[in-house]
């Protein structure tokens, strides 16, 4: 696409993926504490039209398979640039990288994660220099009003340090201006399919009351992407007849959904993570995810390290959550959402949650109500669903009251499963269930039963060759591994 850069540029390689054992060196990530990408509108003499400045060290002077910090500062000029397009410029960021063959580029504002192939470095892509070239030139390309572009890449750790403090500071007072406005106050609501490269299916709706699962595009920014650019991915949703106000859907954004996933979606939840919530991509924040020990909500955020109160880490629910998937019981979601009257509003809202990392709680304690603000456990408090349990029940959260009287299953109770043809007394005790698990409300998934299944010999049918078949009853069972083998004596 580009003579002077060493690499292809183009749409085909947006989507690719590169591993650890494939990259050359990256930046941000999760072992990276501060990263940034920004977008500032200047006035023209502030700016030099096509420069790129790469403050500290350069590709070519990095270690390979290491990991540095990263600021990305794209600074533009023209007689329409304004400060409604700050966010909407700055999300394409990442659209304009991953066009670059063997450049990775993931998420968006303080949480961005590059990565350089060994093949693309190879070709002799060995300076940011022309990372910023590609930038400028489709940014030109894509925004004609766009007159000067200026692109600025920053390494130095200490200068990182210090635009990255001053980017927090924009980040928060883009995202405070729509806190004011309702979902019931707009006639429209956008759409984003940015990420429909990583996440075919998904289609991001944005309202006032419901900012983008990357928590960069809010209401007015997605406004004023599709006025600017009306064929790029942003675009205008009509909300069309309220079928459901506590959930959260609308007719409008039934039909969008459904044409933009091509068929794949056909409705949407705004405000639940049940019955038929939200799509979600591969860019959000965090992931809101139940427990069904206590049939609460935990969220987990994407810097956080460990597992969660479930058990899981972040890794592992992204992988259950993303890619355009709607799945009931896992839903991606901004922080920024954490603060919208509407968050989680079908489910009980703040008072279903249950668990939050402690950096999580404290980044929205001004959105949690009064009376919650000590009933809510982070990992500084529990380690285990188990410990969740008594805890919630110290401190009177009210989920509390919403548990059943007696308990169905019993923690470590067999689970009853029938094998079609077999004696009744053929039961698996090896696979059981969390104590709540049985007696959860109709309705809520049962998303984490967990255990390893064996069948005694003699059961009649489990020769090889015969197959046999299991029976579970009112249950949903996600399965990464299943192994079933025979056991001959004196063997395993």
């Given at each position: 696409?580009?003579?002077?850069?060493?690499?292809?540029?183009?749409?085909?390689?947006?989507?690719?993926?590169?591993?650890?054992?494939?990259?050359?060196?990256?930046?941000?990530?999760?072992?990276?504490?501060?990263?940034?990408?920004?977008?500032?509108?200047?006035?023209?003499?502030?700016?030099t039209d096509g420069k790129v400045i790469i403050d500290g060290p350069d590709l070519k002077d990095l270690e390979e398979g290491k990991s540095y910090p990263i600021g990305i500062l794209v600074e533009a000029a023209g007689k329409e640039i304004e400060k409604d397009l700050e966010a909407v410029l700055e999300r394409r960021i990442h659209e304009f990288i991953n066009f670059v063959e063997g450049?990775?580029?993931?998420?968006?504002?303080?949480?961005?994660?590059?990565?350089?192939?060994?093949?693309?470095?190879?070709?002799?892509?060995?300076?940011?220099?022309?990372?910023?070239?590609?930038?400028?030139r489709l940014f030109k390309s894509e925004f004609p009003i766009i007159e000067k572009i200026q692109v600025t890449f920053i390494t130095n750790?200490?200068?990182?340090?210090?635009?990255?403090?001053?980017?927090?500071?924009?980040?928060?007072?883009?995202?405070?201006?729509?806190?004011?406005?309702?979902?019931?106050?707009?006639?429209?609501?956008y759409g984003c399919v940015l990420c429909q490269s990583f996440a075919?299916?998904?289609?991001?709706?944005?309202?006032?009351?419901?900012?983008?699962?990357?928590g960069a595009i809010n209401w007015f920014d997605a406004r004023a992407a599709a006025r600017v650019d009306p064929k790029g991915p942003n675009f205008m949703v009509p909300k069309g007849e309220l079928l459901d106000d506590v959930h959260g859907e609308y007719s409008g954004v039934n039909e969008i959904a459904k044409q933009r996933s091509l068929g794949e979606v056909e409705r949407v939840w705004m405000y639940s993570m049940f019955g038929h919530p939200h799509t979600s991509c591969g860019c959000f924040e965090a992931i809101a995810f139940y427990i069904p020990e206590v049939d609460g909500?935990?969220?987990?955020?994407?810097?956080?390290?460990g597992t969660a109160v479930n058990g899981l880490a972040f890794s592992t629910m992204a992988n259950q959550t993303g890619g355009g998937k709607q799945v009931e019981g896992f839903n991606g979601i901004a922080i920024e959402y954490m603060r919208s009257p509407k968050f989680l509003q079908a489910d009980g809202g703040w008072n279903r949650v249950v668990w939050l990392p402690s950096n999580v709680k404290e980044k929205v304690m001004d959105a949690i109500p009064a009376e919650l603000k000590d009933k809510i456990a982070t990992e500084k408090?529990?380690?285990?669903?188990?410990?969740?349990?008594?805890?919630?029940?110290?401190?009177?959260?009210?989920?509390?009251?919403?548990?059943?009287?007696?308990?169905?299953?019993?923690?470590?109770?067999?689970?009853?499963?029938?094998?079609?043809?077999?004696?009744?007394?053929?039961?698996?005790?090896?696979?059981?269930?969390p104590a709540t698990m049985a007696a959860a409300p109709g309705g809520v998934p049962v998303a984490l039963l967990q255990g390893v299944l064996q069948l005694p010999e003699g059961i009649p049918g489990a020769t090889p060759?015969?197959?046999?078949?299991?029976i579970f009853k009112n249950v949903k069972i996600k399965v990464e591994k299943l192994i079933i083998k025979r056991e001959e004596k004196g063997k395993k």
């Open positions: 696409m580009f003579e002077d850069i060493p690499v292809d540029v183009g749409v085909v390689y947006e989507g690719e993926r590169i591993r650890g054992k494939e990259m050359q060196f990256e930046f941000g990530g999760p072992n990276i504490e501060q990263k940034f990408e920004l977008v500032q509108a200047r006035d023209m003499k502030e700016i450049f990775m580029h993931l998420n968006q504002r303080y949480d961005i994660w590059l990565r350089l192939s060994k093949g693309s470095y190879k070709k002799g892509f060995n300076t940011l220099e022309y990372l910023g070239k590609v930038l400028i750790p200490k200068k990182v340090s210090e635009w990255y403090k001053k980017a927090l500071d924009i980040y928060e007072a883009r995202d405070a201006r729509a806190r004011g406005m309702k979902d019931e106050d707009v006639e429209e609501f075919p299916s998904h289609v991001c709706i944005i309202s006032p009351n419901r900012i983008s699962l990357c909500a935990g969220v987990v955020d994407r810097g956080y390290e408090d529990v380690a285990s669903t188990a410990e969740l349990r008594e805890w919630l029940k110290e401190k009177g959260h009210p989920i509390v009251k919403q548990w059943p009287a007696e308990v169905v299953a019993e923690a470590g109770a067999p689970a009853e499963v029938t094998y079609e043809g077999a004696p009744t007394e053929y039961m698996v005790p090896q696979l059981t269930m060759g015969e197959g046999f078949q299991l």
